[in-house]
């Protein structure tokens, strides 16, 4: 079964195709929108008129590359929630048309559960039970995965999530959208010893995160650190980015070790955007080592948005049997995943 995925949730247009009889994706395209740089975020009216323009050239281009030129996949997933609704809608209604008009199923797939499953696209694959983090722009969750489908929510953010906290703290320190990468190439030249930031919520027991209060945290040493015109020295930006990265990536990894010792779990799946961070990944694996548990992720470019993921996530439960029947669609720009139907075997 040949599935076409579709990603529209926020400001990434994926498209690709997975074929689940060979478990082999066919071909996969990303086009990450850069009008956003120019308001420091996404906003989202502009992000679902991109996806109208890049989206159907994309699907074509990727048909082509699968080999599927002129003929029809055998399905089409297309995510359903959570996320922007207006973004959601243009690759919701595109992906509806297209298998109205083949004549073949379509399916609204959950875009963390997307992010979940990611890893499963590469040869050194996870086989569930694990527990995932999920650390994205939009969540910080940790998941306990009996089966794909059977999700248990352990923990997530009382207020923002890992990736939101990147991006304000790279608007902060002045280095612009998305934050993620800007704040971990800063941290990159950063003396770990000049600031020690909070690891919020890790001297209690529990799951949860909070990241609002690093982020104050951030504010208050950036105020205290500028010069009378304002500015803060390059160095000291480094340095503040290199104490913010460590405070999460810390605070990240007791959580994961907590989990995995309190469910009993021997197995940790990283996705999500902030799962591309490299000292994130580093720590784990010498967590991993240290504490003998298996660590996998997917790579780095799906670790954020991407078509494949949808596609993946799409053939699972479309070669289940799921698919969406009543004409009308829906998009749930609010959905959690402990809502998702187990798949079938
Ligand atoms: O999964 P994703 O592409 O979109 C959502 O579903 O939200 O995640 C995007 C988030 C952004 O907040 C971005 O700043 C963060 O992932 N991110 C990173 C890195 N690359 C992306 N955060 C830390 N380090 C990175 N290398
Ligand atoms: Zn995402």
Redesign the pocket.
Known sequence: MKVLGIES????TGVAVYDAGAERLLAHRLASQTVHQAYGGVVPELAARDHIRILLPLVRRVLDEAGLAGAAPDGVAYTRGP?LAGALLVGASLGRTLAWGWGVPALGVH??EG?LLAPMLEDHRPSPPFIALL?????SQLVDVAAPGRYRILGATLDD???????KT?KLLGLG????????RAAEGGDPGRFRFPRPMTDRPGLDFSFSGLKTYTLTTVEQHRDAAGALDPQTVADIARAF?EA?VDTLAIKCRRALRESGRDCLVI??????????RQRLEQEAGAEGFRVFYPR?EF????GAMIAYAGALRLAAGERIEEAAFEVRPRWSLEDLPPISE
């Open positions: 949730s926020c400001d990434d996320g875009h963390m992010h650390v994205s722009g939009g969540h999530a890992a990736g939101e906290a990147f991006d790279a959208y998305p934050g993620g990468p800007a704040v971990a990265e999460v996705a999500g955007g902030v799962g591309a961070n490299r000292r994130l780095l670790c954020t948005d991407n």
